[in-house]
């Protein structure tokens, strides 16, 4: 039966070549022309590898995408400008932040409302660059001219589960063109599908994600088709469009890019509440209203506010701060929700609003419980996360509400017996992605269908920016829980294979369950705790080769004190043994053994602790 099926979809394949050649028109007026087409392009391969300013995409891995990068140029896409990209591993560019990734063995046809949208697919499939000898590459170029983007995947195989991890081999190209604000295709050589993902899907669509707005290369029997080698498709922008006008504003993001979760403190600072519109029409807009509101848990308005916005030119973005502040006066789960409210904009539109969750946490406690689900909001209708092949993984990104905190503990929701790594990680890569792992515990088995806890035999400082967390698989054995989205995304979840990083495919659907504990530290500068006491830490020479000096101020008399020093891991080096005895006191210290780096000096009298930094020279 297989057979024959896969006979049957190569006479379908051979059936759409012959007779393809051109396509459309979709709403706005973009036709297609392949090079079938009498009057269609001609395949002419252009190898950018060997032109001078080539740039070579990196980290690109399986399922994620790298970016922005910048066109220096304004290509005109529909009735709007973009001027930065993201390349896709899966052979697309988008003008938005996002990832496309296969699901449930497939990927879309164009259009699609499935996020991201602002999509060039020339080859989506489920390709790889991961795994030892894997001969993928991808480059972008640049003209002198700056009126000229070239994008090329260059033997670029498919994920498979043989021993290599890939098979098969791609290679083509996007060309986008500012001189005719073309969009063109090229195919050096195409393999005829994935063992996991089948036919490749070939298309365009705009931002907006309406059915009409995008257009793909043929189907047979409902099924994209992958083309052949030595092949190119063109999409051609229409002269005139087909349509006069186009009102539409669009909400671009509340707080951040990517609209992703904040934590807050319970009766601390007001959070300040912002968001970025952009107007997407054809034509100037003047002010119009863009509503904002912060929803409990409950339902309950927490803050109501309209806002104007000034008359805004074609494709002007305009940033929104609100003059209302949020104050939650309870620990939970809120959503910051904003709406476009341009008059003649249809309310259909998918990008008139957005929603970011803000979680309250209460920072008296002396344990802070710091992720997107609670213990008690995790609910029946898990998803469970277990990767072909036992080797991928899943992550969040966490920025505390406050500095310095101390992780104490980490909590994974484990729903498969089998082993699995919890590691932690700064977020100083590029472009704020992990980097420097902080620490990494090796779990045998995980408490089924409930919460791991682990408890960390040193705390991991952190004292400005955020982490990451991963679980990652050690097996077949383990799965994950992810839970259903109740409120909204986070969008601050990931998923990872061999350490690359990309957005997490159901980041719409679902929250992997992966939380931490934190605990208040006090500052370096040895502010006033909240009782009253007082404890300070000065560490000089800083930097220092040798004979390091601390002095430090206790306040308690009755406190048991001791200095730590933890390397920037969180690993434990050192501890010292002070005793009792309050007022200020020096130790010297000859730290010559140590290697040279970043280490943490922590003093801890009582319940109080304060960490400053020391840098170790050669």
Known sequence: MRRSSTLLITLLIFSSKIFAGTGGPDTFGYIW????????????????TLFPNVTQVKLLGDDNSRGPFDMNFNFHYYWY???????????????????????????????????????????????????????????????????????????????????????????????????????????????????YSGQSSVGIENYSAAVGFGLQWPTAGGQPQTPSNNFAIKFYY??????ADVTDAAVLQNDNPSTGAVFVTTNGYPHTLTTKVRNYSMHTTPPF???????????NIEVLEDHSTDSLLQGESEDIMYT?????????????????????????????????????IDSTQNEIWLGYDSVAQVNGGLFTLQWVG??????????????????????????????????VYDDDGVLGLPFTVLDSEYISNGNINNWTDITLDSPIIITDGGFYMSWDEQGTGTSLGC??????????????????????????????LIAATIEKYSYPTGAPNTDGKQVTLSVFPNPVGDQVSMQYNIADARANNALLITDVQGKLIQTFAL???AGLHQKNLDVSALPAGIYFVTLSSGKEKVVQKLVITE
């Open 33 to 48: 022309k392949d090079s079938n087409a009498p009057d269609g392009p001609t395949y002419d391969w252009i190898d950018i």
């Open 81 to 195: 400008d973009v001027n930065q990209f993201w390349v896709g591993s899966n052979g697309y560019i988008a003008f938005q932040d996002g990832q496309i990734a296969s699901l449930a063995f497939g990927f879309p046809t164009f259009p699609t409302a499935t996020a991201p949208n602002d999509v060039l697919g020339a080859c989506m499939n489920d390709l790889t660059f991961l795994n030892a000898n894997n001969p993928g590459e991808c480059w972008y170029y640049l003209n002198p001219a700056l009126d000229t983007l070239i994008v090329s995947w260059i033997n670029v195989p498919f994920f498979d589960t043989n021993g290599n991890g890939y098979s098969g081999s791609n290679t083509f190209q996007i060309i986008l063109s500012a001189v005719d604000s073309s969009i063109t295709y090229q195919y050096n050589s195409v393999g005829a599908f994935s063992p």
């Open 238 to 243: 229409p002269h005139p469009p087909l349509l």
């Open 289 to 299: 209203n863009v509503l904002g509101e912060v929803l409990a848990q409950n339902g």
């Open 324 to 360: 209302s502040t949020f104050t939650p006066t309870l620990p939970g789960n809120y959503q910051f929700k904003t709406y476009s409210q341009l008059p003649n904009d249809p309310s259909t539109t998918l990008n008139n609003t957005k929603t970011q969750v803000i979680v309250a």
């Open 390 to 423: 036992g080797s991928g993984g899943a992550g969040n990104y966490f920025i505390p509400p406050f500095y310095p905190v101390a992780i104490t503990k980490l909590h994974y929701f484990v729903t498969g017996v089998g082993p699995f790594s919890a590691r």
């Open 483 to 512: 839970n259903i989205v109740t409120g909204h995304a986070s969008n601050r979840s990931f998923e990872l294979f061999q350490n690359i990083w990309g957005i997490f495919r159901w980041r719409s659907d679902y929250n992997p």
């Open 579 to 581: 005793g009792i005895g």
